[in-house]
């Protein structure tokens, strides 16, 4: 069956834009989370929805990130003014349900660059 | 609060001879344990994981780690070194906090597999 998407696979941007990185998960999964990995680390946990709301955002690093899951499903990681900080690859992951032991299934991940 | 170490960021074997890859956790309760393996330009996959029920537990691609409580460790083992097996690996600690999975990844171990 399909796994995780995400799109796009690479994103370059200026400094200062704005970006949206798009997440689809597993159909039926009802957990989603965002990751970001930076070089040579470990993937850092940013939001984690069930459903349509976001359980847990303390990973989000300031206001400039947002992320929605309007239906349930399809999610997107908003990233406003963006700085070269934010350059990363993130990545997104879905799980059948909520508890300790489900597996995440990841997505390839979307490499964004800031120029 | 919880953490996963992973005390070697590179390890080096040669083709045929064991694999070990440490990580030790900390966690205020108890939780699930998880092995991912990402090669390069590709999403991470899961290896393997611990649950609370046996504590040995056994992947994919022969490898298997074993869940000490009393050292607070799950290392990850293979008996026999396998160039498709240089990758970078990483360590999770899984718990539910305030009613929701919380996920913290190591921040990885590099692989290498001499010919």
């Known amino acids: 069956g399909a796994g995780v998407s995400q799109t796009p696979s690479n994103k370059v941007t200026e400094k200062g834009k704005y970006v949206e990185l798009r997440c689809d998960p597993i159909?039926?999964?009802?957990?989603l989370y965002w990751y970001r990995q930076s070089l040579g680390q470990g993937p850092e946990f940013l939001i984690y929805?069930?459903?349509?709301?976001?359980?847990?955002d303390s990973g989000l690093p300031n206001d400039r990130f947002f992320a929605v899951r309007p239906e349930g499903s399809v999610s997107t990681l908003k990233i406003q003014r963006t700085e070269r900080g934010d350059s990363a690859v993130y990545l997104c992951?879905?799980?059948?349900?909520?508890?300790?032991?489900?597996?995440?299934?990841f997505g390839p991940g979307t490499r964004l660059l800031v120029l | 609060a919880q953490s996963v170490t992973q005390l070697d960021s590179h390890v080096s074997v040669s083709e045929g001879t064991p694999v070990l890859l440490r990580c030790n956790y900390s966690?205020?309760?108890?939780?699930?344990l998880f092995w991912y393996v990402q090669h390069p330009n590709k999403g991470l996959q899961l290896l393997l994981k611990?649950?609370?029920?046996?504590?040995l537990v056994k992947g994919i691609n022969g490898f298997e780690a074993e869940f000490k409580k009393s050292e607070t460790s799950f290392h990850l083992t293979k008996p026999s070194a396998h160039m498709s097996d240089a990758a970078e690996y990483f360590c999770?600690?899984?718990?539910?906090?305030?009613?929701?999975?919380?996920?913290?990844f190591g921040t990885g171990t590099k692989l290498q597999v001499i010919p």
């Open positions: 999770v600690v899984s718990t539910i906090s305030g009613g929701y999975q919380k996920v913290t």
């Open positions: 159909s039926g999964h009802t957990a």
């Open positions: 966690s205020s309760y108890s939780p699930s």
């Open positions: 611990y649950t609370s029920a046996a504590t």
């Open positions: 929805f069930q459903g349509t709301g976001a359980a847990d």
């Open positions: 992951a879905s799980s059948k349900g909520q508890g300790a032991w489900e597996t995440q299934y």
